[in-house]
C-alpha cells in the first residue's frame, strides 16, 4: 500500500510546521494569553474599585495583601504578552520592507517588555511599602 503523496518536506513533516515554518503557536499563545485576561479581568476591576479615592497609604495597604499583588503581576503578564504577540502579527502582515519590519518588531518587543517590566516594579513597590 502506497503512503499518499504529500507537498511537505520531510524535515516539515518531522518539525510539523506549516509553511510559514512557525505552526500555529502563536495563535495558541495569544487564545491562551486571552482566556487567562479573561479569568482574571473580574478581580482586577474589584480591585481597581478597591483602589479608587485612596491616597498612596491605602493603596499600599491593599496591594500589601500577597493575592491582590499576585492576582494584578499575572494580569500584566499576560496582557504584556497578548499585547506583544498582537502587535507582531500585525507588523509581519502588513509591513513588507525587510528592515522596517525587523527593526518594528525588535521596537515592539522592547516596548512590551518595558513596559511589563514598569508596571511589575510599580506593583512590587507599591505592595511592600517603600
Not at 487564545?31 to 482574571?40: D, E, I, K, Q, W
Not at 491593599?62 to 492576582?71: E, N, V
Request: glycine share 6%.
Amino acid at each position: 500500500m502506497s503512503r499518499p503523496s504529500s507537498m511537505r518536506t520531510p524535515l516539515g513533516r518531522v518539525r510539523n510546521l506549516g509553511s510559514s515554518h512557525s505552526g500555529t503557536t502563536d495563535f495558541w499563545r495569544q487564545r491562551l494569553t486571552a482566556v487567562a485576561m479573561t479569568l482574571l479581568i473580574v478581580p482586577v476591576i474589584v480591585i481597581v474599585l478597591m483602589l479608587i479615592g485612596r491616597n498612596q497609604a491605602g493603596a499600599a495597604q491593599i496591594l500589601g495583601s500577597l493575592p491582590i499583588a499576585i492576582i494584578l503581576v499575572l494580569f500584566i503578564i499576560a496582557s504584556a504578552w497578548h499585547m506583544k504577540i498582537g502587535m507582531q502579527i500585525v507588523i509581519e502582515d502588513y509591513v513588507h520592507n525587510e528592515t522596517v519590519k525587523l527593526v518594528s518588531v525588535m521596537a515592539n518587543n522592547f516596548f512590551c517588555i518595558a513596559v511589563a517590566l514598569a508596571s511589575i516594579y510599580a506593583i512590587l513597590k507599591l505592595s511592600s511599602g517603600v
